[in-house]
């Protein structure tokens, strides 16, 4: 259920401009309790409000990482909770965004277990960078 990034994304480096973007989309039989953990890992962030390509997003933000989470339906049907995951850092700084996705999504899965929660499934997708619009 762990995320690492292994291979580079894209044909070019991540700009200072842009945020690298991982999905995750959590299957549970208690999304209540999954969606708990992840306003706990994320209270201290501030809300924003942006458009993306025309469309309003909203979630919360450190300034270099951001997190938007939605309720969703995955392939099969089943309902989850969809997570996405924005960071900002180019390579060779410290940290650098795959460094910030890596931590979060290891500190959200360290996070369900450490509290017990049963997680039935986690898929990561992996998406190109994107402009930051803030």
Same mark, same amino acid.
Request: overall charge negative; proline content about 4%; hydrophobic content about 45%.
């Given at each position: 259920?762990?995320?690492?990034?292994?291979?580079?994304?894209?044909?070019?480096?991540?700009? +200072?401009?842009?945020?690298?973007? $991982?999905? &995750?989309?959590?299957?549970? !039989?208690?999304?209540?309790?999954? /969606?708990?953990?992840?306003?706990?890992?994320?209270?201290?962030?501030?809300?924003?409000?942006? /458009?993306?390509? *025309? &469309?309003?997003?909203? !979630?919360?933000?450190?300034?270099?990482?951001?997190?938007?989470?939605?309720?969703?339906?995955?392939?099969? !049907?089943?309902?989850? $909770?969809?997570?996405?995951?924005? &960071?900002? !850092?180019? &390579?060779?700084?410290?940290? /650098? +965004?795959?460094?910030?996705? %890596?931590?979060?999504?290891?500190? $959200?899965?360290?996070?369900? %277990? +450490?509290?017990?929660?049963?997680?039935?499934?986690?898929?990561?997708?992996?998406? *190109?960078?994107?402009?930051?619009?803030?």
């Amino acid at each position: 259920m762990r995320w690492k990034k292994r291979a580079a994304w894209g044909g070019r480096p991540l700009g +200072a401009d842009e945020w690298a973007v $991982l999905q &995750a989309e959590i299957v549970s !039989g208690d999304l209540i309790s999954v /969606d708990d953990a992840v306003e706990e890992l994320t209270g201290f962030m501030d809300p924003f409000r942006e /458009d993306l390509d *025309g &469309a309003p997003v909203v !979630g919360v933000t450190d300034g270099q990482l951001s997190v938007v989470k939605e309720q969703s339906t995955d392939a099969r !049907g089943r309902r989850s $909770l969809a997570l996405t995951f924005y &960071a900002a !850092g180019v &390579a060779g700084t410290r940290p /650098d +965004a795959f460094a910030r996705l %890596n931590s979060a999504a290891s500190a $959200l899965v360290d996070y369900l %277990n +450490a509290e017990g929660i049963s997680v039935d499934s986690i898929s990561w997708t992996e998406s *190109g960078p994107i402009k930051r619009p803030f």
